[in-house]
């Protein structure tokens, strides 16, 4: 399988590239105002590692919750490939893929992944997890908080969206148990996941 990981999410866009289970390349863009620079930087990496856009079978799309803009952008992105490819898509949820990138869980173990919302307000999106089994199941709906209202017991673990790095391994396997289960979505019925309604900016009539 030929699998094209995207990110648009987040304040640190990116990309990348997985042949039969290897990582052949990954880019990762500082700054939200690169995640128009995605499609330039694929459509480089390819031809600079001799790779074929035409060969991808899948592309998994980090949809959300986070960057409204991003979010667009990635959505966008991943319908233009899917359609001009043939690539199936699988989307991923964000909150998902960053519950999964802690490594230090036990079995047991609660982990609540939040993801910035607004940065005026402190909210967060957040996801409430368990670890059973070894994997790291998703215990309730998702939704809105501040840190300081989750109510929270000790034993459970924040975990915080880093603005260092993309979590593109999490992203890798979670697209993989995706790809068994055939969780597929349709180009037609492809949505981000934003998690609350956003309302256009009026234009001020300045008198």
């Given amino acids: 399988m030929n699998i094209l990981l995207v990110d648009t999410a987040t304040y640190i866009p990116g990309y990348s590239y997985w042949v039969n289970g290897?990582?052949?390349?990954?880019?990762i863009l500082k700054g939200e105002k690169n995640a128009d620079m995605i499609i330039p930087g694929i459509v480089d990496d390819f031809k600079v590692h001799h790779c074929d856009l035409r060969q991808i079978s899948h592309f998994s799309l980090a949809n959300g919750p986070g960057s409204f803009t991003g979010l667009r952008v990635g959505s966008a992105i991943?319908?233009?490939?899917?359609?001009?490819?043939?690539?199936?898509l699988v989307?991923?949820?964000?909150?998902?893929?960053?519950?999964?990138?802690?490594?230090?869980?036990?079995?047991?173990?609660?982990?609540?992944?939040?993801?910035?919302?607004?940065?005026?307000?402190?909210?967060?999106?957040?996801?409430?997890?368990?670890?059973?089994?070894?994997?790291?199941?998703?215990?309730?709906?998702?939704?809105?908080?501040?840190?300081?209202?989750?109510?929270?017991?000790?034993?459970?673990?924040?975990?915080?969206?880093?603005?260092?790095?993309?979590?593109?391994?999490?992203?890798?396997?979670?697209?993989?148990?995706?790809?068994?289960?055939?969780?597929?979505?349709?180009?037609?019925?492809?949505?981000?996941?934003?998690m609350k309604e956003f309302e256009p900016i009026k234009n001020k009539i300045i008198k």
């Fill in 78 to 88: 991943a319908k233009g490939i899917c359609l001009s490819t043939g690539a199936d």
């Fill in 91 to 194: 989307q991923v949820n964000s909150l998902d893929i960053l519950a999964n990138s802690y490594s230090e869980s036990k079995e047991g173990d609660i982990l609540i992944a939040l993801i910035p919302s607004n940065s005026k307000t402190n909210e967060y999106y957040c996801g409430r997890y368990k670890v059973v089994n070894g994997d790291t199941v998703l215990e309730s709906d998702y939704f809105i908080s501040k840190p300081e209202n989750l109510n929270r017991k000790n034993e459970e673990t924040l975990i915080f969206q880093n603005d260092e790095d993309v979590c593109f391994d999490s992203q890798m396997r979670l697209t993989l148990r995706m790809i068994e289960e055939n969780k597929f979505t349709k180009i037609t019925n492809s949505e981000p996941f934003y």
């Fill in 22 to 27: 290897k990582e052949l390349f990954r880019r």
